[in-house]
């Protein structure tokens, strides 16, 4: 069982949340600089938040994939720039024509050695078509298997998909892949909150 760090996980929400904050006020118009500048000094959380504001259109940013893959790869020691990667060149993201199935597998294998379910998922569609390596469903499921292990949405539809659809078919995502949508950061959990 992996130990899942909550605390790395709401400092690096909490720096998401706080960009741009100085005294209690909000200087939303400074945040894509405060961001640029963080990332440019080496920060590698702050070089996968800009990789995504920039691959999401987040407030203060115009979707440009080219930047989100340029900050993806500076920060590639990070899971999530790995499986962003990946998404990228699977194809994901409409407006990317540098789409390459051999270079996704890559990304998403980087990723599942750092433990990433997401990248599981990917690997197990990569392995059940044949996109950029060659079919092999044993693999597939393999991936897909340890995709359920993390809770990923959809690893079980692909689980079933292996077994009932025949092989020379294509399994198809059971789940829409660029699906965020940026909203306002939510207040932390006070005294007698619960989940």
Request: hydrophobic letters at 35%.
């Amino acid at each position: 069982v992996k130990y899942i760090d909550f605390e790395k996980a709401h400092s690096f929400f909490e720096k998401a949340a706080l960009l741009g904050d100085k005294d209690g006020k909000t200087e939303s118009d400074q945040h894509p600089n405060i961001l640029l500048s963080r990332a440019n000094q080496g920060d590698s959380d702050a070089q996968v938040l800009l990789g995504t504001a920039y691959l999401y259109a987040a407030p203060g940013f115009k979707k440009d994939i080219q930047e989100a893959l340029r900050w993806f790869e500076t920060s590639q020691g990070e899971s999530t720039s790995c499986v962003n990667l990946g998404r990228i060149y699977r194809g994901v993201f409409d407006g990317f024509e540098g789409v390459d199935h051999k270079k996704a597998v890559e990304w998403f294998h980087k990723a599942e050695k750092m433990r990433n379910g997401h990248a599981c998922f990917y690997l197990s569609l990569h392995y059940a078509n044949g996109d950029g390596v060659s079919q092999d469903r044993k693999r597939a499921a393999y991936y897909a298997d340890g995709a359920r292990h993390y809770w990923i949405g959809g690893s079980l539809e692909i689980l079933r998909d292996l077994v009932t659809t025949p092989s020379d078919q294509r399994i198809k995502n059971p789940r829409k892949d660029a699906v965020m949508v940026w909203r306002k950061p939510v207040p932390a959990l006070g005294e007698g909150d619960r989940f």
